[in-house]
Nanobody
Framework: VQLVESGGGLVKPGGPLTLSCKASRIVFSIYTMGWYRQGPGKQRELVATITRGSSTNYADSVKGRFTISRDNTKNTVYLQMNSLKPEDTAVYYC????????????WGQGTQVTVSS
Protein backbone atom coordinates (compact mmCIF):
# COMPACT_ATOMS: atom_id res chain seq x y z
CA VAL A 1 0.00 0.00 0.00
CA GLN A 2 1.26 3.43 -0.88
CA LEU A 3 -0.03 6.87 0.01
CA VAL A 4 1.91 9.61 -1.72
CA GLU A 5 1.30 13.21 -0.73
CA SER A 6 2.17 16.20 -2.85
CA GLY A 7 1.51 19.92 -2.98
CA GLY A 8 3.27 21.11 0.13
CA GLY A 9 5.48 24.17 0.18
CA LEU A 10 5.98 27.71 1.40
CA VAL A 11 2.99 30.04 1.32
CA LYS A 12 2.35 33.51 2.71
CA PRO A 13 -0.24 34.10 5.41
CA GLY A 14 -3.69 34.37 3.92
CA GLY A 15 -2.72 32.38 0.87
CA PRO A 16 -4.12 29.12 -0.51
CA LEU A 17 -2.54 25.73 -1.00
CA THR A 18 -3.93 22.39 -2.10
CA LEU A 19 -2.53 19.05 -1.02
CA SER A 20 -3.08 15.79 -2.88
CA CYS A 21 -2.68 12.20 -1.77
CA LYS A 22 -2.74 9.39 -4.28
CA ALA A 23 -3.34 5.89 -2.98
CA SER A 24 -2.38 2.61 -4.55
CA ARG A 25 -2.94 -1.05 -3.76
CA ILE A 26 -6.08 -0.46 -1.70
CA VAL A 27 -9.76 -0.46 -2.58
CA PHE A 28 -9.70 3.29 -2.27
CA SER A 29 -13.42 3.87 -2.59
CA ILE A 30 -14.30 2.07 0.66
CA TYR A 31 -11.67 3.68 2.87
CA THR A 32 -12.16 6.67 5.11
CA MET A 33 -9.46 9.09 4.05
CA GLY A 34 -7.99 11.73 6.28
CA TRP A 35 -5.44 14.44 6.68
CA TYR A 36 -3.47 14.87 9.89
CA ARG A 37 -0.71 17.28 10.77
CA GLN A 38 2.17 17.60 13.19
CA GLY A 39 3.53 21.03 13.94
CA PRO A 40 6.92 21.76 15.51
CA GLY A 41 6.97 20.43 19.05
CA LYS A 42 3.38 19.26 18.82
CA GLN A 43 1.57 15.96 18.66
CA ARG A 44 -0.02 14.75 15.47
CA GLU A 45 -3.60 15.99 15.21
CA LEU A 46 -6.61 15.37 13.02
CA VAL A 47 -7.26 17.98 10.35
CA ALA A 48 -10.10 16.47 8.32
CA THR A 49 -11.63 13.18 7.27
CA ILE A 50 -13.95 12.04 4.50
CA THR A 51 -15.83 8.76 4.47
CA ARG A 52 -16.65 6.58 1.51
CA GLY A 53 -20.03 8.28 1.45
CA SER A 54 -18.28 11.67 1.39
CA SER A 55 -19.30 12.68 4.88
CA THR A 56 -16.71 15.08 6.20
CA ASN A 57 -15.34 16.03 9.58
CA TYR A 58 -13.02 18.92 10.42
CA ALA A 59 -10.95 20.10 13.32
CA ASP A 60 -12.42 23.27 14.80
CA SER A 61 -9.22 25.15 13.97
CA VAL A 62 -9.69 24.66 10.21
CA LYS A 63 -13.47 24.77 9.80
CA GLY A 64 -14.47 27.27 7.16
CA ARG A 65 -10.93 27.47 5.77
CA PHE A 66 -10.08 23.92 4.68
CA THR A 67 -12.03 21.56 2.43
CA ILE A 68 -11.40 17.85 2.06
CA SER A 69 -12.59 16.03 -1.05
CA ARG A 70 -11.99 12.78 -2.86
CA ASP A 71 -11.97 11.50 -6.43
CA ASN A 72 -12.50 7.76 -6.41
CA THR A 73 -11.75 7.54 -10.13
CA LYS A 74 -8.23 8.81 -9.43
CA ASN A 75 -7.71 7.16 -6.01
CA THR A 76 -6.89 10.62 -4.72
CA VAL A 77 -7.90 12.71 -1.74
CA TYR A 78 -7.39 16.47 -1.63
CA LEU A 79 -7.10 19.10 1.05
CA GLN A 80 -7.83 22.60 -0.16
CA MET A 81 -6.49 25.10 2.34
CA ASN A 82 -7.46 28.76 2.27
CA SER A 83 -6.68 31.71 4.51
CA LEU A 84 -3.60 29.96 5.80
CA LYS A 85 -2.12 31.06 9.10
CA PRO A 86 1.40 30.65 10.52
CA GLU A 87 -0.04 28.19 13.03
CA ASP A 88 -1.00 25.92 10.13
CA THR A 89 2.69 25.26 9.61
CA ALA A 90 3.21 21.52 9.97
CA VAL A 91 3.98 18.29 8.24
CA TYR A 92 0.71 17.07 6.74
CA TYR A 93 0.07 13.36 6.56
CA CYS A 94 -2.45 11.42 4.51
CA UNK A 95 -4.28 8.57 6.24
CA UNK A 96 -6.38 5.68 4.99
CA UNK A 97 -8.56 3.76 7.42
CA UNK A 98 -10.68 0.72 6.58
CA UNK A 99 -14.24 1.38 7.76
CA UNK A 100 -14.57 -1.85 9.77
CA UNK A 101 -11.17 -3.59 9.90
CA UNK A 102 -9.30 -0.99 11.94
CA UNK A 103 -6.03 -2.88 11.67
CA UNK A 104 -5.96 -1.81 8.05
CA UNK A 105 -4.69 1.71 8.51
CA UNK A 106 -2.03 3.35 6.38
CA TRP A 107 -0.03 6.57 6.41
CA GLY A 108 1.78 8.63 3.84
CA GLN A 109 5.28 9.95 4.32
CA GLY A 110 4.12 13.51 4.92
CA THR A 111 4.51 16.81 3.12
CA GLN A 112 5.75 20.03 4.69
CA VAL A 113 3.55 23.12 4.70
CA THR A 114 5.16 26.33 5.89
CA VAL A 115 3.13 29.51 6.29
CA SER A 116 5.40 32.50 6.60
CA SER A 117 5.89 35.95 5.19
Amino acid sequence: VQLVESGGGLVKPGGPLTLSCKASRIVFSIYTMGWYRQGPGKQRELVATITRGSSTNYADSVKGRFTISRDNTKNTVYLQMNSLKPEDTAVYYCNALHPTLRAYEYWGQGTQVTVSS
